[in-house]
């Protein structure tokens, strides 16, 4: 047996050394695919889109026509609808569909531009897409002249050619606004809300990993965007802003209305009906989802008649039908001003929130139409009674709900924000500052 033991040992050696050539041989086909994709596609792709953003040039409109996406988010849909209803021709481009959305909320998807094989009918799966990339951009550089994106955009992301495609816009003299809507500009490091940022990365815990990403985005973005929208509290990793607003979008007040029939009588007492406090924790600890439970749960200790509905997972159409029942809005508990508040107070729902940190809400209460928002602000301390009150005082719940019924037609209607953005489309389009383009929201007061 000793005497087979070098025989083994060079074997085994053997073997090791075959398979380490075979792994080096692998890796250097991969870097050659690689080398070739880049060198072939994207440098051919390169060509193409400078000579078609110059080619643009030559039918240019005169007037601006705005492309949104390709992030598919509902908001993009209502502000482009907004634009077209003041007379701008304005369509979306997104990459794909959420569940909670419907295919026709966007104008087209990344899905219409990828190549199949002729007479086959068949797709080329994600060589398909990445072509896919380059031909809707092409497509989109002689439609449109005005790109509104997100920071985890634009319409190259997923290309080797993502961080060039300001060189292709400014080919095709297009113009290139950016706003932050969450996950795009996220900052862990950089956040100054304590609680904020850990029930922000209790549940999505990869913005920490992606933080050099993340920071490479904005910093492109800031460098060559000719607008960039303050949207807070998503802009405090930004190192550049030209205007300062929050939740820069609008929603449809015609879907989005109060039930004829609904009325607050419920106060808390059996004698009445029970008060329905609605809730839809898609993201449980940011949104403070177990403050809501407890606090609803201790309620009903003291003998209040209250339920908490809770919706996760369901589309926007069945959140708009059961809010539309509910009493109370409970939206958030950490932070708060995004899509659930509009939609809850467009439906004259009073509405539960947190707005008190005085670095993203008091420049804003200082500078902008939200000194105006009548949200209940809350923390987890104060949750408890704020709903308290709430529960006991039905007028008190009908008064607050239509102080933001009248607030979201005011500066979150489909004209609100359409004034809005023509306003930052003017700035853009004319290389020029507005410099009351902070105080856009005045046209839309009240007397």
Known sequence: MAGRQPGLRAGAEGWVARLSVSRVRRRL?????????????????????????????????????VIWGPTPLKPIAWNSR???????????????????????????YLDNFVPSVPFLGMTLGRAGRYIGRYVRF?????????????FDGGFLRSTNLRFLEHVFLRLGKKKLIVWPYGADSYVPSRMRDAPYRDGL???????????????????????????????????EALARKDVLTIACYCL???????????????????????????????????????????????????GFNVELDSAEQVS??????????????????????ASTELEAMSLAKPVLSNLENPYYYDRLRQQSFFRFCPVVS???????????????????????G???????EQFHSLPAQAKFWQDVITCAWDNTAVTDIQYWWKASLRP
């Open 378 to 400: 809350v923390t987890p301390e104060t949750l408890q009674m704020a709903l308290r009150q709430l529960v006991l005082d039905p007028s008190l719940r009908a008064q607050l």
């Open 82 to 108: 907004a634009l077209r209803q003041a007379g701008i021709a304005s369509w979306t481009s997104v990459d794909t569909l959420y569940p909670i959305n419907r295919v026709e909320d966007f104008d087209e």
């Open 138 to 150: 092409h497509s989109l550089l002689h439609r449109c002249n005005v790109f509104i994106t997100c």
């Open 316 to 337: 926007n159409d069945e959140i708009r039908v059961r809010m539309q029942t509910a009493d109370i809005v409970a939206a958030q508990c950490l932070y708060g001003y």
């Open 201 to 235: 990365l209790a549940d999505y815990p990869q913005l920490a990993q992606i933080e050099r990403h993340t920071l490479r985005q904005l910093r492109y973005f800031s460098k060559h965007a000719d607008f960039i929208v303050g949207n807070v509290p998503h802009d």
């Open 402 to 408: 239509a102080q933001g019924r009248q607030y979201v």
């Open 252 to 302: 449809d007040t015609g879907e989005w209305s109060p039930a004829s029939d609904f009325r607050h009588s419920g106060d808390g007492t059996r004698a009445k009906p029970s008060v329905r406090i609605f809730h839809c924790p898609n993201h449980r600890n940011v949104k403070g989802t177990a403050y809501f439970v407890a606090a609803s749960e201790a309620l009903r200790r003291e």
């Open 29 to 65: 086909s991969h870097t050659m695919q690689r080398l070739l994709q880049v060198v072939l596609l994207d440098g051919f792709a390169a060509v193409l889109l400078c000579l078609s953003a110059l080619w643009s040039r030559r039918a240019q409109a005169r007037t601006p026509q």
